[in-house]
């Protein structure tokens, strides 16, 4: 399973928006903050693994 790496960009009510910082890449993906660890603010760091997102920074 593949590791990616991700910042909060913004958070829109219900969902963020996330940038990948593993690559050189301008488009966000929009989540819902229902999958995401509840502490997370803009600029938060978050590694993806197997399905889920943990918070590393």
Do not use: C, H
């Not at 910042?7 to 903050?33: C, F, H, Q, W």
């Not at 229902?34 to 803009?42: D, F, H, Q, W, Y």
């Amino acid at each position: 399973m593949e590791t990616f790496y991700y910042e909060v960009v913004s958070i829109e009510g219900d969902y963020a928006n996330l940038k990948r910082t593993d690559e050189e890449s301008d488009d966000l993906k929009l989540v819902a903050r229902a999958l995401l660890p509840a502490e997370i603010v803009e600029g938060s760091k978050l590694k993806y693994e197997w399905m889920q997102y943990e918070l590393i920074g």
